[in-house]
């Protein structure tokens, strides 16, 4: 099973950038932990602080992928481009946050990834990454 996780924009800073809320845990370094617990995955990552450079990932991956794990932050409450991106393509997109992003401030209510996700993941931390890697698996 081939599955990626794209992140969207200053999740490259994990572990640096507010971290009551996002946790001190690097991305890399969750990375490499997913990789030895789901060795039967063949999981990928890519992360961009632009928004073209998710959606041309997103159509790269779109149609030959078992699974999209997209966490596309800042972006997923502004951005009706990675929206029809995720409309356009085959392969099923997990939407991730690693925040509750219902309890913060209200723009960050709105998604335009959500109506066309498989599911939503929302609010366990880090955790939410590995929890959509075992919904893949479990379907
Ligand atoms: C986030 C929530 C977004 O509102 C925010 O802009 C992020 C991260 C999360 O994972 O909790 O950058 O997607």
């Given at each position: ?43 990928s ?12 990932k ?11 794990i ?5 972006y997923?409450?502004?951005?009706v ?9 085959e392969?099923?997109?997990v939407?991730v946050?690693i ?12 998604s ?7 599911g ?12 959509a ?7």
């Amino acid at each position: 099973m081939k599955i990626i996780i794209i992140n969207g924009p200053n999740l490259n800073l994990l572990g640096k950038r507010e971290n009551d809320i996002y946790g001190d845990q690097s991305f890399s370094e969750l990375f490499s932990k997913l990789q030895f617990k789901y060795k039967e995955v063949e999981l990928s990552q890519f992360q961009s602080n632009i928004e073209g450079e998710l959606i041309d990932k997103i159509q790269e991956v779109g149609y030959e992928y078992d699974g999209i794990i997209l966490n596309a932050a800042a972006y997923t409450h502004t951005s009706v481009g990675i929206g029809d991106a995720v409309k356009a393509i085959e392969t099923p997109v997990v939407e991730v946050h690693i925040s509750n992003v219902y309890a913060r401030e209200e723009f960050r209510h709105v998604s335009f990834i959500s109506p066309n996700a498989r599911g939503i993941i929302i609010g366990f931390g880090l955790q939410s990454y590995e929890l959509a890697i075992e919904s893949f698996l479990s379907q």
